[in-house]
């Protein structure tokens, strides 16, 4: 492994704590240079500058679609090869039917970038 493990580790987890706890400043003390959050429903790239803004509207939209303003997360993995940590895991918005994966990248500036995406389920018995 290339660069700093624990480094990485330890800005990995001060950005989840912050995302976790809508917590934009936190978050955004782990983020490198450069950092940019991808949602597949918005046009461009989120930049450090917009995140706040962005982070904290989640609790909005969430019960604008019948959830409680929560979510939770579930079958993460992560791997540190090559000089990054790569996580990926699923996500749910809580009381909703709304979930997706995330994959985060994290150098040894922090972290680079969080990309989501999202899955709708089909009804079987449509298909």
Do not use: C
């Not at 955004?28 to 597949?40: C, E, Q, S, T």
């Not at 917009?50 to 979510?71: D, P, Q, V």
């Not at 895991?89 to 150098?107: E, I, M, N, Q």
Request: hydrophobic residues 40%.
């Amino acid at each position: 492994m290339s660069g700093d493990t624990q480094k990485r580790t330890a800005f990995l987890r001060e950005y989840l704590a912050g995302v976790q706890s809508m917590d934009p400043e936190r978050a955004m003390r782990a983020a490198a240079p450069g950092y940019l959050w991808y949602d597949g429903l918005v046009a461009e790239p989120i930049t450090k500058d917009r995140f706040a803004n962005y982070l904290l509207g989640w609790e909005e939209r969430m019960k604008a679609i019948g959830g409680t303003g929560r979510y939770e997360v579930s079958d993460e993995l992560s791997a540190d090869q090559d000089g990054h940590i790569l996580r990926w895991a699923w996500w749910r918005f809580v009381g909703t039917d709304v979930g997706g994966s995330a994959l985060l990248k994290v150098g040894d500036e922090g972290v680079i970038y969080e990309k989501i995406a999202y899955f709708k389920p089909v009804d079987p018995a449509k298909v």
